[in-house]
Each structure stands twice: as structure tokens, then as C-alpha cells.
């Protein structure tokens, strides 16, 4: 268990790598613990040796949609740091992406549901009782494909207008004592963000920024000030909200010529 119990606790699901990376590391440097939980485990232990100077992170291998894992990386949180503070539920794949809906398997449907649904439910589930305890926020990630649709896009965008639901469901049903948001990003670019293995330098053209009305492709330190506005005492009258961080695309109107 870390000596400095003082300092309030995170956990991250998907902290490994892209936006979850992003935000473990806005924690850390605004001076939390941060338990990384990620399926990866290789991305884990590295991240969390990478930032381990700038503060006290750790990670647990965690497959989101296996109850077991959950249960497991929240007493890990627990055991290292002695409370919970903050819950960010990232972790989420696109497994189905560009499979037409006649041809998606039963199967690739249920993968994608169960982790980015199934597990957020999950997370709320084993952590609310110790969110209780220090009056404590969630934090889940959705999209913005919870509101607008590319084609062969349905589990994905299902399992995402999900978790905006869920969001509120947990706001009414949790609160006072803990309060649950979601963030939805648009068009994050995450290639610097990945294990060694698999970083890269990001392929962006100008039009895929001029597109944006912000004028830019948004990065993942975008999303984690959002986040850790949210999970600070400034946010504390902020509740059951979806807060939309996509440089204004959602706003905008586009028509074929």
C-alpha cells in the first residue's frame, strides 16, 4: 500500500495508451495516484514506468467485460493507494468498424457491447461504494458516434449511446455523493500515443484539420483537461452531463455539392 494516502486516487481504464494515456498522466501531474488498468499488459507496464517520475502510477491487467477483472483492479487501486477517487471508464474497441449489419456477427456485436457498455456498467458497479466514501466522480468516455453515424458503424455507435444513457442513469441514481459525466470525442488523433511498439507520427493532411471549425484534428490532451476539470472540486455542481470535445464538427452543417 503507498505511504501517501493523502493524495486522491484515480483508476483509468484503457490508461495505457491513447486518450487513457493522456489522462493518466494529466492526473498525475495535477498530483493524483493513478492505478492504470488496461488488457494490454505490456502498454501498461511500460506507461506506467514512462511516467513514474512526474508522480506514483501502477497498473493491473483488466479485460473490461470480465466481471472478475474489475472486481480484481479495483482492490488493486485500493491496496496501493488506500481510496478511490476518480473513476475513468475508457477502455473501448472498434472491433466491428466497416462491417455492413447483415454480415456482423451475433458474436463481434456482443464483443463490442460488452466492453464498452458492459464495461463501464462494471467499473460503476465495483467502484461506487468507494467513490461514496470521498464523494467521488465517473468519468466515461463516449463519442461522438453516439450522436451521428458513419455507415457500417452499428455496435460501435449502439454500445456508445449506451454509455451516454448509462451516464445519466448513474448520475440520478448515485448522487449526491458521487457525481458521473461522460466526455464523446469527435476525431482524436492518438498515433503518438501508443506503446513504442506501435507509435507512430501522425499522417494528418490540412484539409483533415481545415475541416474542423477549430481548424485543427484534436489530440488526447484535449480530452484529458476536459477530464480532469471534471474530476476536480470546480466541477462539483456538474453532474449527468455528455460534454462533446470534437472542434465543433458536430455543429456543423455539410451538404453534397
Not at 472486481?71 to 473501448?92: K, M, P, S, W
Not at 455507435?157 to 457525481?179: D, E, I, W, Y
Not at 474530476?231 to 472542434?247: H, K, L
Request: aromatic content about 4%; overall charge negative.
Amino acid at each position: 500500500m503507498s505511504t501517501d494516502q493523502a493524495k486522491p486516487a484515480a483508476m483509468v481504464t484503457g490508461g495505457a495508451q491513447g486518450i487513457g494515456r493522456a489522462i493518466a498522466e494529466r492526473f498525475i501531474k495535477n498530483g493524483m495516484n493513478v492505478m492504470i488498468a488496461d488488457c494490454d499488459e505490456e502498454a501498461g507496464r511500460e506507461t506506467a514506468a514512462e511516467i513514474e517520475e512526474q508522480g506514483n502510477p501502477a497498473a493491473v491487467a483488466c479485460d473490461v467485460a470480465a466481471e472478475p477483472d474489475v472486481e480484481n483492479a479495483v482492490a488493486e487501486a485500493v491496496h496501493r493507494f488506500g481510496r478511490l477517487d476518480v473513476l475513468v471508464c475508457n477502455a473501448g474497441i472498434t472491433d466491428s468498424f466497416g462491417v455492413p449489419v447483415t454480415e456482423l456477427a451475433l458474436e463481434q456485436w456482443r464483443r463490442v457491447i460488452d466492453v464498452n457498455l458492459t464495461g463501464c456498467f462494471l467499473c460503476a458497479k465495483h467502484g461506487a461504494p468507494l467513490l461514496t466514501k470521498t464523494r467521488g466522480s465517473i468519468i466515461n468516455i463516449a463519442s461522438t458516434r453516439a450522436l451521428q453515424s458513419e455507415p457500417h458503424t452499428e455496435a460501435y455507435s449502439a454500445s456508445k449511446g449506451g454509455v451516454v444513457a448509462l451516464t445519466h442513469a448513474l448520475a440520478v441514481s448515485l448522487g449526491p455523493k458521487v457525481r458521473v459525466n461522460a466526455i464523446s470525442p469527435g476525431w482524436i488523433e492518438t498515433a503518438e500515443w501508443q506503446k513504442k511498439s506501435s507509435r507512430a507520427a501522425p499522417q494528418l493532411s490540412r484539409q483533415d484539420h481545415s475541416q474542423h471549425p477549430a481548424g485543427r484534428v484534436g489530440v488526447p490532451g484535449d480530452v484529458a483537461a476536459l477530464a480532469a476539470w471534471l474530476a476536480s472540486r470546480q466541477a462539483e455542481f456538474v453532474t449527468g452531463q455528455n460534454f462533446v470535445i470534437d472542434g465543433g464538427m458536430t455543429r456543423k452543417m455539410i451538404y453534397a455539392g
